[in-house]
C-alpha cells in the first residue's frame, strides 16, 4: 500500500519559516516524481513545487519562488518543503503528491498518489 505522509505544519507567527516533511512508503521511491500543494479555503488547490527524482530537477510556482526550496532525501524516502518568511496568505493544507515518471509538472490531476495533508496557520 502507497501511503504519504506530511508532517511539520502548525500554528505560527508570521515571519518565522516552517519546514515541512512528506515521507512516502510501498512505492519505488526513485520512480516518482513528488508535488508539494496547498488549499486554503474556498480556493483552488494550488501546486507549489516539485522534484524530480531522477535527477534531483525541481520546479517552483513563480508565487513561491526565492521563499520555498524543495529538497529529496533517498535514504529517508523524504520530500521536504523549507518555507521562510511565513505570510497569513500562506495559511492551508499542504499536501505532498507523487506522480510516476521524471516529469515535473504542478497540475495536481495528473498526480497518483496524496497525502492526507499537515496544516499551516499563520497568524499576523
Known amino acids: 500500500e502507497v501511503q504519504l505522509v506530511e508532517s511539520g505544519g502548525g500554528l505560527v507567527q508570521a515571519g518565522v519559516s516552517l519546514r515541512l516533511s512528506c515521507t512516502a512508503s510501498?512505492?519505488?521511491?526513485?520512480?516518482?516524481?513528488i508535488g508539494w500543494f496547498r488549499q486554503a479555503p474556498g480556493k483552488e488547490r494550488e501546486g507549489l513545487s516539485c522534484?524530480?527524482?531522477?535527477?534531483?530537477?525541481?520546479t517552483y510556482t513563480d508565487s513561491v519562488k526565492g521563499r520555498f526550496t524543495i529538497s529529496s532525501d533517498h535514504a529517508k524516502n523524504t520530500v521536504s518543503l523549507q518555507i521562510n518568511s511565513l505570510k497569513p496568505e500562506d495559511t492551508a493544507v499542504y499536501y505532498c503528491?507523487?506522480?510516476?515518471?521524471?516529469?515535473?509538472?504542478?497540475?495536481?490531476?495528473?498526480?497518483?498518489?496524496w497525502g492526507q495533508g499537515t496544516q499551516v496557520t499563520v497568524s499576523s
Open positions: 503528491a507523487a506522480v510516476y515518471g521524471s516529469s515535473c509538472w504542478l497540475r495536481p490531476l495528473i498526480y497518483d498518489y
Open positions: 522534484i524530480n527524482s531522477v535527477d534531483g530537477g525541481t
Open positions: 510501498g512505492l519505488a521511491y526513485d520512480d516518482y516524481a
